[in-house]
Every structure is written in C-alpha cells, then in structure tokens.
C-alpha cells in the first residue's frame, strides 16, 4: 500500500487548524485525521475529521468550530470540510457520516 500524497499547503493548513483546535479544547481534541485531499473548481479540498473526548451537542461544536475554519481558510489556499465525531463513537467505529466516508484511507493529521 502506498503513502496517500498530500500537498504542502493542504498539510500546513491541517496543522494551522489543529493549532486553534488545541487552542479550543486542550486535551479534549483526541485526535485530527485527514482524507488525502482533491481539488474541486481548482480549489483544495481537505476532508478533515475531528476526534473529541465528550463533546457538546454536535451543533454546538459546528457552531464553535467554524470561526476557526474561517481564520486558517483565509490564511491558506485550502477548503476544510470537517466532520465531528466523539471519542465513544470513534473508538465503537461508528459511521462518520456525511463526506466522512470510510476510515480506512484517512491518515492522523
């Protein structure tokens, strides 16, 4: 199996976000995993997903999440499109839903 290729600016954009993540939640970001990106319209799209230990409603951290998807969009080249899920769920392999897709081709960020 090879290494998934993932360009310089889409991996300085996912380590931007995990900043203000950390930033965010401290120990409750367990993890941050990324699908080796595509570019749609020309753009980069990175498909992010973020692993939390207890999260809120999963609303309210959309809703906490997103002015940091706006700050590192606005610095970098790259569209993040994130999808949440809580620890619980992550380690009973729960569905990721929406353009979560499978498991098996993300990478840790």
Known sequence: MH??????EVRAAVHDFEQELRSLYGS?????YLRPHERVEG???ADVVIVL???ERIVAEIHRT????IA??????????????????WD????????????????PA
């Open 3 to 8: 290494e998934p290729v993932i360009d310089d």
């Open 28 to 32: 409750k970001l367990r993890g941050l």
């Open 43 to 45: 753009v980069r799209v």
């Open 53 to 55: 230990d207890d999260p």
């Open 66 to 69: 997103t002015p940091a998807i």
């Open 72 to 89: 590192v969009e606005g610095r970098h080249d790259v569209f993040l499109h994130t999808v949440i899920i809580s620890g619980h769920g």
């Open 92 to 107: 009973s392999n729960e569905p990721l839903g929406g353009r979560g897709g499978s498991r098996t081709d993300l990478v």
